[in-house]
């Protein structure tokens, strides 16, 4: 149980579990007073003290009511993408009284299962949106849940039963290693066991998207879909890198990557007059580990959505290419792929291959991102043609801290 460390998981992988990148509740025995879809929500979760409905108390998070009959209450949750995971965030947040006790995590790859029509009521589930508050599966559909979840695959481990404690601020957030074996077998679903019954405001599994080869596979190859991930920086204080290599456009300034003002910043900004940019060469770096080994490149995108007070003067971008994967301290012989250029406010930024100093038989496994002289970046993206596999060398993110 780790109530006040930070794993390295936590800043360099993803959450699969997030209800943004479409993982969604298949099944779940009790819906009672609160819906099991809320564990996935990416939002932190609120309380009313005065909000009350027909089931009781208000919650934001799943809770079933108190069992009265034999059993305890579980639930079938499928992951976006074939996955490898690596740690679990729990949150009870709010739930002081009706916390679940004890919990444990199960997974499972059942990727060769066409759709969600293998577990009963599933398919009218999603096409419903999720659950609905006030009811429960009968115990005839439970049973018939859990045999179809034994005959589907193997599940094995990913958290043993374990205790959980009570949604107060101080004792509310649980960060768990996945079982160390559990980490080398990707998985496509995970069952929430809860013992025996009550509530739990959050649960996000972290790791990375698995895939097969991508020989060939054309596209935004940089993607955390892909297998791409933030490994390394200078700082991070108030965003990670991985957040530059996620879907779709950035939610907010907290969906990017952010960092703290440089303290030794000249008191009065000059420009340099031959370039035309900031006359400084203060500025931070992230690494961006591919999923591939990227070539044939189409373009590279650059996007500064929502910092709009706070966006880099300028930015650059070095490659690297290293299959056998680096440390993500920010040494290598990193080449330029884009030289320093003047940055704006929330702006994308598109260059061609034509603007990028490279040619068609380069080979791409790394990107570093330097932005002058601080600031943040929402997205960054790299187009182009899969050549080969990277090895998985890399540890989490390295950042250096600047004092406050």
């Known amino acids: 149980l780790d109530l006040a460390g930070r794993p390295s998981w936590l800043d360099s992988s993803i959450e699969l579990s997030s209800s943004t990148l479409g993982a969604k509740t298949l099944f779940a025995t009790d819906e009672w007073f609160a819906r099991c879809d809320n564990l996935l929500k990416p939002e932190p979760p609120s309380f009313d003290p005065n909000a009350f409905c027909s089931e009781g108390k208000v919650m934001d998070g799943w809770e079933s009511r108190r069992r009265r009959e034999p059993g305890h209450d579980w639930c079938i949750i499928k992951l976006p993408y074939t996955s490898t995971p690596l740690g679990l965030e729990i949150n009870t947040a709010f739930f002081t009284g009706n916390y679940v006790p004890r919990i444990s995590v199960q997974g499972a790859n059942l990727e060769t299962l066409k759709d969600d029509s293998w577990l009963v009521g599933a398919k009218e589930r999603v096409k419903r949106g999720g659950g609905v508050q006030g009811t429960a599966m009968s115990t005839s559909d439970v049973e018939l849940a859990g045999k179809q979840c034994e005959e589907a695959g193997k599940w094995h481990i990913l958290l043993q039963q374990t205790p959980l404690r009570s949604g107060v601020e101080e004792t509310r957030m649980h960060r768990f290693d996945v079982d160390e074996e559990a980490r080398t077998k990707p998985i496509t679903h995970i069952r929430v066991n809860y013992f025996p019954d009550g509530g739990v405001a959050r649960l996000k599994l972290y790791g990375h998207v698995t895939r097969g080869s991508m020989e060939g596979v054309r596209g935004e190859l940089s993607s955390l879909v892909y297998g791409g991930r933030g490994i390394g920086c200078s700082n991070q204080h108030y965003g990670v890198p991985s957040n530059l290599l996620r879907v779709g456009t950035g939610v907010d300034m907290g969906d990017g990557w952010e960092t703290a ?52 003067e300028s930015v650059s971008i070095d490659y690297l290419y290293e299959p056998k994967g680096i440390s993500g301290n920010g040494e290598g012989q990193w080449m330029p792929l884009l030289p320093r250029r003047r940055s704006g406010p929330d702006q994308l930024f598109t260059f061609e291959t034509s603007e990028l100093s490279i040619s068609q038989d380069t080979l791409i496994t790394h990107l570093k991102l330097s932005i002058y002289p601080d600031g943040g970046v929402s997205r960054v ?10 090895e998985d060398q890399e540890g989490g993110d390295v950042a250096r801290k600047r004092k406050r």
């Open 261 to 312: 003002r440089h303290l030794d910043r000249p008191p009065i900004i000059k420009r340099d007059p031959a370039t035309g940019l900031v006359d400084t060469q203060l500025h931070d770096w992230c690494i961006l580990r591919m999923g591939c080994v990227v070539g044939e490149v189409e373009k590279l995108l650059i996007d500064t959505k929502w910092f709009k007070g706070n966006y880099p």
């Open 381 to 390: 993206r790299l187009f182009g043609k899969g050549k080969g596999k990277i």
